[in-house]
């Protein structure tokens, strides 16, 4: 392998940013990836399902074999943002040539509705972080009550519902739908977890409801239950007798609640309406209230506004006219205040478009912005690549730093772990759990 002639900064190590970084390592350049986390994986490691034991492991196996790329350095535990560690006019100072921006969409989307400050008020992605033991989020306390709300209509909802079924088998949840039947989104697979407990006399009777709304606007109510049951050949047996149903054309207006704690849920029915030739929701004005003590909102994530890039639409804004485009698409971080793009800095996965698909998505999306990004560093003569800058700037911070080394023990301790407690998979829950299975707390004299 050549001499790399580049130096490129990949900020986060989920699945865009470690096949990006691959993939830049690969083509010849000499690659820091910085994650927030101490372990790599971001989605694919927290946002999967912890029961999907062997698609995580295949995807630790493919994170494992892209760190071994020896033009790519690994530094895990350090936070890139105003608020964090290191800002990126820091990167650009310790001589980085370019920086693509994979962190994901770590801000939280909220509707703005009163009421979500409650206890029993949660972001879907909280509870996903919960359950799937992401500090800080695995030693946050959550209120599962008997009766739980699931606003959204999609793979994340159906993933909420499962765990609130599965695992907490609470006595009901209700899927809060603003849309009608014939426009849920998640896939059958996903439902095949859940559909045992799915309520079909509620179901039916619902869709009746609705019936005369979608035919106002040309869907078939009858094609849309079909779609919704046809995860049943292939329906998990049940281990909980929690009720499972939905509300359609219902959107959420206001969460109530007494000594701070949420008792019930204010929502408008909707209707459904054609513009452009697309179906829309519009509220009718007819309110109602469901009694529920948990309310969890399944409705996408929007980028951080700390992270020191502005912000459009809940994503960091692209250069609408991009010298480097990819598949048609921008991968160039831009400045609207300016109308120019932001020298250097371009963004992939959900930093470039929140929310939108899954791990192979975003893999491709981080390659796909890797290679807007050699395409940009052509235009650049040859730099002086120096990682030992780097990696003392980094171990300056004065906090235990995740190298590959220190990575590749911790998935060592946590597998034996794993075999030792007859486990299918195992993980350490918090920080320094995980800091101290690496040798670094010591190391670091804590």
């Given at each position: 392998m050549q001499e790399p002639e580049y130096l490129v900064a990949v900020v986060g190590a989920g699945p865009a940013g470690v096949f990006g970084a691959r993939e830049l390592a690969n083509m010849g350049a000499r690659v820091v990836l910085f994650n927030r986390d101490i372990k790599p994986g971001g989605l694919a490691e927290y946002?999967?399902?912890?029961?999907?034991?062997?698609?995580?492991?295949?995807?630790?196996k493919q994170f494992r074999q892209a760190l071994a790329n020896p033009n790519l350095d690994y530094y895990g535990n350090v936070v890139i943002g105003t608020q964090g560690d290191l800002t990126l006019d820091d990167l650009r100072a310790?001589?980085?040539?370019?920086?693509?921006?994979t962190a994901g969409a770590q801000g939280t989307k909220w509707l703005g509705l009163p009421g979500e400050d409650l206890e029993g008020v949660y972001h879907a992605k909280d509870v996903v972080y919960f359950y799937n033991k992401l500090p800080p989020f695995s030693q946050r306390t959550f209120r599962f009550g008997r009766r739980c709300a699931v606003v959204g209509a999609g793979n994340v909802m159906v993933d909420i519902a499962r765990y609130l079924i599965r695992q907490e088998k609470v006595e009901e949840v209700i899927a809060v739908v603003r849309r009608g039947p014939a426009e849920v989104k998640f896939d059958k697979k996903e439902m095949e977890y859940v559909i045992s407990n799915l309520d079909i006399t509620a179901l039916d009777a619902e869709i009746a409801r609705v019936t005369p709304i979608m035919q106002a606007v040309g869907q078939d109510p009858a094609a849309a239950r079909a779609d919704i049951l046809a995860?049943?050949?292939?329906?998990?047996?049940?281990?909980?007798?929690?009720?499972?149903?939905?509300?359609?054309?219902t959107s959420?207006?206001?969460?109530?609640?007494?000594?701070?704690?949420?008792?019930?849920l204010e929502?408008?029915?909707?209707?459904?309406?054609?513009?452009?030739?697309?179906?829309?929701?519009?509220?009718?004005?007819?309110?109602?209230?469901?009694?529920?003590?948990t309310v969890v909102f399944a409705i996408g994530d929007k980028v951080d506004e700390t992270f020191g890039l502005p912000i459009e639409w809940n994503e960091f804004v692209k250069n609408p006219t991009p010298r480097f485009p990819m598949d048609g698409n921008s991968y160039e971080a831009f400045d609207p205040q300016t109308?120019?793009?932001?020298?250097?800095?371009?963004?992939?996965?959900w930093s470039r478009k929140a929310s939108e698909g899954l791990v192979g998505y975003a893999r491709k999306d981080g390659i796909n912005g890797a290679k807007a990004v050699w395409q940009y560093l052509q235009t650049l003569a040859p730099s002086q690549t120096n990682p030992a800058l780097i990696a003392s700037r980094v171990h300056a911070l004065g906090k235990p730093i995740a190298d590959k080394a220190?990575?590749?023990?911790?998935?060592?301790?946590?597998?034996?772990?794993?075999?030792?407690?007859?486990?299918?998979?195992?993980?350490?829950?918090?920080?320094?759990?995980?800091?101290?299975?690496?040798?670094?707390?010591?190391a670091a004299g804590m």
């Open positions: 946002g999967v399902y912890p029961t999907k034991y062997v698609m995580k492991e295949g995807f630790r310790l001589g980085f040539d370019a920086i693509l921006v995860a049943q050949p292939k329906a998990y047996e049940k281990v909980s007798e929690t009720r499972f149903r939905f509300e359609f054309l959420p207006v206001q969460m109530l609640g007494q000594n701070g704690l949420l008792t019930r929502v408008e029915d909707t209707t459904l309406v054609l513009k452009d030739g697309d179906t829309k929701a519009r509220g009718t004005g007819h309110k109602r209230f469901l009694d529920v003590e109308g120019k793009a932001i020298e250097g800095i371009f963004v992939a996965g220190s990575v590749e023990r911790l998935y060592q301790v946590e597998r034996a772990e794993a075999e030792k407690r007859g486990l299918e998979d195992f993980k350490f829950a918090t920080n320094d759990e995980m800091l101290a299975a690496m040798g670094l707390l010591e």
